[in-house]
C-alpha cells in the first residue's frame, strides 16, 4: 500500500468546520506532517465584523500553531479561506472558488455542525443533515474525489447500550423531516420534536442519525468513511498536550469544579467516561482518508473512536482526579474550594444543589448588591445547570462499540505510521491525561498563568478557613437555638463552656510559669 505519507503528497483538500475544535487541530496535524500538501480549501463565514481572510488570521495566532510555525514558517500559503455558510443554497460558494474546487480538491472533510445538544429541530436539520446534503452534492462535482470522511457521532445511536459499525434505520427518513420543516411553523416543529426523538435524549443525536442514513441514501456512488467520536476532550500528545480553545463536553465540568461552582454531580459513578483526546480523533480522519482512497471500498465504512469499551475510566474516577488536581493546582479568583459530590440518587443530588449551589449563589448575590456591584451568581448556577441538564444522559448510562474497522487500520499501517497516528486508547493513562486536560483548561482557556499558582494556593486556604468559621458557626448557632431549650442540653452546653475557658487559663498559667522559670534561670 502507498504510505500515508506519500498519499498526501500534491494533494487538495476541503475542509467544513475548520474552525471548530477538532477542525483547527486537523489543519495543523496535515500541514506539519505531510508539507508536501498542496493546498487546504476551509469552508469559512465572516463573522463579529471579520471578512473570512481576517478571521484566518485571528485563528492561525493561536498557540496550537506555535510548533507548525516554527517547522514551516509559510505554512500559510497552503490554506485558502473559502467564504461560505453551511445554511446558505450551495454552501455560499462563489463560481470562482467553485472552479478552483472542482480542480484542484480530492478529500473532503466534512465536520461542520451544531453541537448544542438543545437547538431547535429546526436548525439542528438545517445544519446537521441538510448541510450534508449540499457537502454531498458537492462532492459529486469533484472530478476527482477520492476520499469523503464524515465527522458523526458515538451517540448516534445511543438508545442502544451495544453499538455496531452500521448505520442503523430510522423511524423516519431524512426527506421527511426536511419536508416537515420546509413548511412548518416553528411552534408546530417544537410540538413534533419529543413525538420524533422518542429514545434519543436531544436535537444533536437525532439529526447525526439522520445524517448517516442520508449518506447511505444519497452518495452510495462516492468514497465515503464515518467516523464516530465519543466525548471529544483536549489534545493528549500533539503538538501541544492539553490544548483545548472552548468549554464544550467535559471541559465545563472540569472548569466549574475548579472554580468552587460545581459542587454536585448527578451520574453514574460505574459508569465508563467516554473521553476521546482530540489529537486521536484527528488521527483516525487522516488514516481513514487514506485507506478509503487506497482500498475503494464498495460500501460506508463505520469507525468508532471512542474509549470505553478498550480502556475504561469511569465518571467517579475522573472527579476524584479533577478535584485532586485543582486543589494541588487551584485556579485563580475561585468561588470555593473544589470539592466535587457525585451520586447517582437523584434526591441527594437534589438536596446539594439546594445547600451548596442555590443558596451560596444568593446569599452571594446579596452581598453584590450591598456594594453596589450588579448580582450574577444565580444567573451563573442557572446556566451551569442547565449545561448539566444536557449532559445527564451521557453521565448516567455508558454504552459498548465495536472496533473491526479500527483493527483494519491498525493492520494497515506501518510501526512508523502508527507512532505518528496513533489510534489505539488502550495506551492512554487516564490520570495523567486528566491532569494534562486541566492544566490545559487553565492555560489555555482561562488564560491564566502557572506562576500564579501559589497565590492561588493562599487564597484556597484563605477559603478553607472561612469555610470552617462559618460551619463552626452555623454549629454553635443551631445548637444554642434548637438543642439548648432543653435543661440537660443547656447544662451540657455551659460544662463545654466550662471545660474550655479552664483549657484556656491552663494554658495561660503554664505559658506564665514557663515565663517566670525562664526568667529565675536568667537571675541565677
Known sequence: MQPVSEFYTDKGIFITGGTGFVGKVLIEKLLRCFPGIKC?????????????????EHILQCKLFDRLREEQPNFTQKIVPVQGNMLEHELGISNADLEKIQKEVSIIF??????????????????????VRKVVHLAKQLPNLQAFIHVSTAYSNCERPMIEELVYPSVV??????????????????????YLLKEKPNTYTFTKHLAEVLLTEEATDLPVAIVRPSIIGAVWKDPLPGWIDSFNGAAGLYV??????????????????????????????????WHTAINKPK?????????????????????????KFFKKNPLDSVFRRPNLVMTSRSYIHDYWVVVSHLIPAYIADLGFRMVGKKPRMVHIYKKLHKVIETLNFFI??????????LDVLHSSMSTAEKSSFYLDPRAIDWHHYNDTFCFGAKK?????DENEIPAARANLKRLRNIRYCFNTLVAVTLWRVLVARSQLAGNLWYLILGLVFKFVRFLKISSTLAVQKSTDALRR
Open 299 to 323: 460500501k460506508i465504512n463505520i469507525y468508532h473512536c471512542t474509549t470505553g469499551t478498550l480502556n475504561p475510566f469511569t465518571w467517579g474516577e475522573v472527579g476524584n482526579v479533577v478535584t
Open 396 to 405: 448516567t448510562h455508558e454504552w459498548h462499540w465495536s472496533y473491526n474497522s
Open 173 to 194: 427518513s431524512p426527506d421527511q423531516i426536511i419536508d416537515a420543516i420546509s413548511w412548518m411553523d416553528d411552534s408546530l416543529v417544537n410540538a413534533m420534536t419529543p
Open 40 to 56: 487546504l480549501y476551509l469552508l469559512t463565514r465572516p463573522k463579529k465584523g471579520q471578512n473570512v481572510q481576517e478571521r484566518l
Open 110 to 131: 466534512h465536520s461542520a455542525a451544531t453541537l448544542k445538544f438543545d437547538e431547535p429541530l429546526r436548525i439542528a436539520v438545517e445544519m446537521n443533515v441538510i448541510g
Open 256 to 289: 466549574a469544579t475548579g472554580k468552587g461552582l460545581l459542587k454536585s454531580l448527578h451520574c453514574e459513578l460505574d459508569a465508563k467516561a467516554d473521553i476521546v483526546p482530540c489529537d486521536m480523533v484527528v488521527n483516525m480522519l487522516v488514516i481513514t482518508a
Open 444 to 448: 489555555f482557556i482561562l488564560n491564566e
